[in-house]
């Protein structure tokens, strides 16, 4: 079952707008990444953020995570075409030792309009 | 380019029929990964091995079988297709093992399955 639900599924803007995009988990983990896939194409790791971090940034990205709500954000700031994709976060399970499985949302479809 | 390869890149079969799907991880990896991405179940994790030993299951059919070779390359077995196993099918790689530690993954392009 997917550990990581997103909200919202897809979400429609203007090029040079912020996007906002959230994550909720269900179980304790180490950290959490997003990852931005193509149409149809292999997924590309954005950013990854421990669980004993509050925020990070990565040039226009800016990711927030919240342990007691078990949830996450990111943030894409100053958009552009080119961002058009879809944006999974995806969660290890802190107990799940000797194991790199990663248990991924349902995704979010941003569509940056010129 | 992520530097994973994957091929073949498209796969159209029959039910019934038995495919593999092969996977070359980037130079260094010793973990390679499996997924499965559908419609209906989204992303899905099946199977992760380390330096050649099975290291976590998901939620992988017993139709299903994978495997990795001393030279690290990987391969996913289907075997007794159905409609439903019609998806993209990805492997990833990363340097590590643990959870905890740095654990980013390098995904391939995938390689896209019909099954008629």
């Known amino acids: 079952s997917q550990q990581g639900e997103e909200d919202p599924q897809a979400l429609s803007i203007q090029e040079g707008e912020n996007a906002t995009m959230n994550c909720s988990y269900k179980t304790s983990i180490n950290n959490l990444q997003w990852y931005r896939q193509n149409s149809g194409r292999g997924l590309v790791h954005l950013i990854l953020i421990r669980s004993n971090e509050r925020e990070k940034h990565s040039g226009r990205l800016r990711v927030t995570l919240d342990t007691s709500k078990k949830s996450s954000s990111l943030l894409i700031t100053a958009s552009r075409a080119a961002d058009t994709a879809s944006y999974f976060c995806a969660t290890d399970e802190r107990g799940s030792s000797n194991t790199g499985k990663l248990i991924f949302g349902q995704g979010t479809t941003l569509q940056v309009k010129p | 380019d992520s530097g994973v390869t994957q091929t073949p890149k498209h796969l159209i079969t029959a039910t019934g029929q038995r495919v593999t799907l092969r996977c070359s991880p980037r130079?260094?990896?010793?973990?390679v990964y499996w997924y499965q991405q559908s419609l209906d179940q989204g992303l899905q994790f099946l199977i992760q091995?380390?330096?050649?030993?099975?290291?976590a299951k998901g939620n992988i059919l017993e139709r299903f079988s994978a495997q990795q070779f001393p030279d690290l390359h990987s391969e996913l077995n289907l075997s007794s297709l159905e409609l439903g196993d019609s998806a993209l099918y990805f492997c990833?790689?990363?340097?590590?093992?643990?959870?905890?530690?740095?654990?980013?993954?390098?995904f391939g392009p995938g390689t896209r399955l019909t099954v008629l």
């Open positions: 130079s260094g990896d010793l973990s």
């Open positions: 990833a790689s990363s340097v590590d093992l643990l959870a905890g530690v740095l654990n980013e993954q390098f």
């Open positions: 091995y380390y330096n050649g030993e099975e290291r």
